[in-house]
């Protein structure tokens, strides 16, 4: 079924019916239904639409931990690529759903770093965990500034 939609045209023409595949497969939740799709996603046009390869990366986050390797192999696909794409808008998927800690997030971070966009509107989700890293690295530098403020008020 996944290699019906595997085209372009399928998903001009069966949206509801590609999407109901992709959903069907990774409601298993198991690892054989994460690699088919990683599988799909590898395969996939860079003619496919970009709802295709946003709702890839919507549901690839339900594997939480299992998909990190997996998904940093679709990274050294070519660059605009479907595949490559479907890999970083999944870490972003992540990083927003709190799922990536310590060295996932500075590879996340690094790898923005020299985005720059695709055709897949990849840019958006880019953008929103770029504007969320600086809050939360602002947000830390507040607190530090405050505890060192009541502690120093404290001593005095």
């Not at 994460?34 to 046009?45: H, N």
């Not at 999944?90 to 310590?102: A, D, H, K, P, R």
Request: with cysteine.
């Amino acid at each position: 079924m996944l290699d019906e939609c595997s085209t372009a045209e399928a998903w001009a023409n069966q949206s509801r019916y590609c999407s109901a595949v992709i959903h069907a497969v990774a409601s298993i939740g198991s690892l054989r239904s994460m690699q088919m799709l990683l599988r799909y996603a590898r395969s996939l046009p860079d003619s496919i639409p970009f709802g295709a390869v946003d709702l890839i990366s919507n549901v690839l986050p339900t594997y939480r931990r299992i998909v990190m390797g997996p998904i940093k192999d679709l990274l050294g696909e070519n660059e605009g690529s479907a595949a490559r794409a479907v890999g970083i808008q999944t870490l972003c998927n992540l990083y927003l759903e709190g799922s990536l800690q310590g060295e996932e997030t500075a590879y996340l971070e690094q790898l923005l770093k020299g985005f720059d966009n695709d055709g897949f509107l990849t840019l958006h989700v880019a953008d929103l965990v770029r504007l969320e890293m600086a809050y939360k690295e602002k947000q830390a530098a507040e607190d530090l500034e405050e505890m060192l403020k009541g502690f120093l008020v404290g001593d005095g």
